[in-house]
């Protein structure tokens, strides 16, 4: 009882230390990713519904345990912010409580009464533990994983009905932490395969586990079904089963990712604890070390390929180690099991050795201004590069290195004490893992945040401001459109802020293709028209809406609220319409070339004849172009100007007939290379040609005298 509330107290310890540094972060790091993961918890948290919905909607979201555990933190009326803080010092305590299972591990596969706290504390003391301080699956998913491998560890020792469960409930509850941890689906059984095949006696092997057997044919029936019915087991990464899964490049990738992993976690657990696994998986001092052994070595090689194939065919073959480094507790595990071997392991460090060699000479040792998300341990690389004057030094340096740390193991094991160099290599580890996780810590703030703000900064005073207009407890959809031009990324920004830090902006107007900054699958978008004839909305709902104020595409009709940030908030009219609609600009509302573009304006619910209306419009040509002429034309007059790239406003009336509509139409003689369409940061960098721009539309609430619209 003692042992295990030592862990406890080691626990809230690590979780009370690590909350201190992630209740600092005041802003999101990583987008899209922590919107999304916000948006699930404040779903659950508003219905009570555990399923996973997202602007209202479904979505085939799997990585639902998350959000579930941070869902309170954002429970009730207040802001984003106090939601945010919470659930960055509940984060600390999550992720940090991976130390428990690591423990239990531990005292599993060793007999020696310390080492599992050793285990225990560089579980949490890792790098990677500064990810806790985002709104991301990992920092739920790292105490998950190592439950699952603890259950089935259990059942590949002890099979029984029990332990077999157990197993299974482990791996689902990895699976529902995060998507890609189907992997140990795949590892107990080949696990139970491989014991069976080294006790010569599959039969007696498969029997025991024959609990195993059934819940596995019923999960690949019920797998079978889904998929039949059109419903992923992957959810919204379905798309990571499409391509080559062993693409040839695999052979340098995946000994740069484990290398990069041992980098972090230290280098002893890598080389000690491989070198361990390697003489023990054909025979070991029990069954619990050998089965131990079987099953790190299957988790190490099957997770390590499944993350190096995900990283070459869709992570441009950057060594992304944020979904590897669940290794950890699996290496420091058999880095206490080797301390604690019968025979020290001497002859098998040649395998990871070389593992490392050949990894670290592969490794592309990125250099980042600030923290990668992708690649915590990427820190380091800056000052390798810098101290051994390229990238070759620094790989000759860390191969060198890895070769020093064995010889300098395999002498010490000569020389020194048992007990003596346990403790040695332990306290060595574990002042190397508290040293590069202060660094970490140390990058994060150091630089300021993706959003290109300081972290520590509350940006809620400012983008807050439709909560502070319409309460949390109200709902409003917004309407991305370039309201920053001529920067893609700081638009995009501009965006995930409003929606991220109010709560009661739920649901997003977007147009397939245009100016939406989240992705499709996990955010659903309502494609928002208007009848042509009417300006019937083809979408209703007792809600607010945020339309950019200088939106030439169209406009809600409705009670206008306030204008913040070029951002105004309209309560609609209800069945919702529009006023007026442009047909024939370019999205970002440029006339395009040769083309006549037009302003319909509607008809105002109940008019019974023919009024005239005011419409404003704010015009420019390109910058460093010519002025060029343009003519608005409407059914009461003509207009001719010139537009250069300074803005001009033209009023222009136009007489509207009763449950009906009418066009202003505007065309520009000239038309010149103008930067892309802002719907990616690629097409931005693909010229068009554009005569000029709408930068701004408004329409005169008020109705005109009567008028007569010409005959056709």
């Avoid at 990427?378 to 810098?386: A, G, K, Q």
């Avoid at 460093?624 to 608005?632: H, S």
């Avoid at 000239?670 to 990616?680: H, N, Q």
Wanted: proline share 6%.
């Amino acid at each position: 009882m003692l042992p295990f509330l030592g862990v406890l107290a080691l626990w809230l310890g690590a979780g009370a230390i690590v909350s201190a540094l992630t209740r600092r972060v005041a802003d999101w790091f990583v987008m899209t990713d922590e919107l999304l993961y916000e948006r699930l918890a404040l779903s659950i948290a508003r219905t009570g519904s555990p399923l996973p919905r997202v602007h209202t909607e479904i979505v085939s979201n799997v990585n639902q345990l998350y959000p579930l555990l941070i869902a309170r933190a954002f429970h009730g009326p207040d802001g984003i912010v106090h939601g945010l803080h919470d659930a960055h010092v509940l984060n600390a305590f999550i992720m940090t409580s991976a130390a428990i299972p690591a423990y239990l591990l531990a005292r599993r596969v060793t007999s020696n009464a310390w080492l599992p706290f050793v285990v225990a504390l560089g579980t949490v003391a890792v790098p990677w533990i500064a990810l806790s301080s985002f709104l991301l699956t990992e920092v739920a998913a790292y105490p998950a994983f190592v439950w699952a491998v603890l259950a089935i560890q259990a059942s590949l020792d002890r099979p029984s009905w029990r332990t077999d469960v157990l197993a299974v409930l482990g791996v689902a509850l990895a699976v529902f932490a995060r998507t890609q941890f189907y992997a140990l689906a795949l590892v107990l059984p080949l696990a139970v395969l491989a014991l069976g095949l080294l006790a010569r006696n599959v039969r007696a092997t498969l029997r025991s586990h024959a609990t195993l057997i059934v819940l596995y044919a019923v999960g690949i029936l019920l797998a079978i079904v889904l998929q039949a019915a059109g419903h992923s087991i992957l959810g919204l990464y379905s798309q990571t089963a499409h391509g080559n899964p062993l693409p040839f490049d695999l052979v340098r990738s995946a000994p740069a990712h484990l290398a990069v992993v041992a980098l972090g976690s230290g280098l002893l657990p890598f080389l000690l604890g491989g070198a361990w696994i390697v003489s023990n998986i054909r025979a070991s001092e029990g069954r619990e070390r050998n089965a131990f052994a079987v099953l790190a070595a299957l988790t190490i090689v099957i997770l390590t390929v499944e993350v190096a194939s995900f990283n070459l065919r869709f992570g441009g073959g950057l060594v992304r180690e944020r979904y590897l480094f669940y290794l950890t507790p699996v290496l420091l595990t058999a880095f206490a099991a080797a301390l604690t071997a019968a025979r020290w392991p001497r002859w098998s460090l040649a395998a990871p050795l070389a593992i490392l060699a050949v990894g670290f000479w592969q490794a592309p040792l990125p250099v980042f201004e600030k923290l990668n998300v992708d690649t915590p341990a990427s820190i380091l690389d800056n000052w390798l590069l810098r101290t051994m004057h390229g990238i070759d030094g620094a790989r000759g340096f860390l191969v060198l290195a890895a070769v020093v740390v064995a010889l300098v193991y395999v002498e010490a094991s000569v020389l020194l004490r048992r007990t003596t160099l346990a403790v040695g290599m332990s306290v060595v580890l574990l002042g190397a893992l508290v040293a590069e996780t202060a660094y970490a810590f140390d990058r994060l703030f150091a630089v300021d945040g993706t959003s290109g703000l300081p972290l520590t900064l509350d940006q809620s005073p400012v983008f807050a401001w439709v909560d502070r207009t319409i309460t949390t407890n109200s709902e409003a959809v917004f309407a991305p459109y370039p309201v920053i031009r001529h920067d893609y990324w700081a638009n995009a920004g501009f965006w995930w802020d409003l929606e991220f830090w109010n709560k009661s902006v739920d649901r997003e107007a977007a147009r397939p293709q245009e100016f939406s900054v989240t992705p499709d699958g996990s955010f659903p978008k309502i494609d928002l028209r208007f009848d042509p004839r009417t300006g019937l909305a083809n979408y209703d709902v007792d809600s607010y809406i945020a339309q950019a104020e200088n939106d030439a595409r169209f406009h809600v009709a409705g009670r206008a609220l306030t204008a913040e940030r070029g951002v105004s908030i309209v309560f609609p009219s209800r069945p919702w319409r529009a006023d007026w609609v442009s047909y024939g600009l370019y999205p970002d509302g440029w006339t395009k070339p040769a083309t006549t573009a037009r302003i319909r304006v509607f008809s105002a619910p109940g008019q019974k004849r023919s009024v005239t209306r005011s419409l404003s419009l704010n015009l420019a040509s390109p910058e460093d172009a010519a002025p060029r002429r343009v003519t608005v034309e409407s059914n009461t007059g003509r207009h001719a100007l010139t537009v250069g790239s300074s803005t001009v406003t033209q009023a222009v009336t136009v007489c509207v007939p009763a449950r009906g509509h009418a066009d202003v139409a505007l065309r520009a003689n000239v038309a010149s290379p103008i930067e892309g369409l802002p719907t990616t940061a690629a097409a931005l960098s693909t010229p068009r040609d554009a005569g000029v721009l709408v930068d701004r539309v408004e329409l005169d609430e008020t109705l005109g005298a009567n008028c007569r619209t010409p005959s056709p």
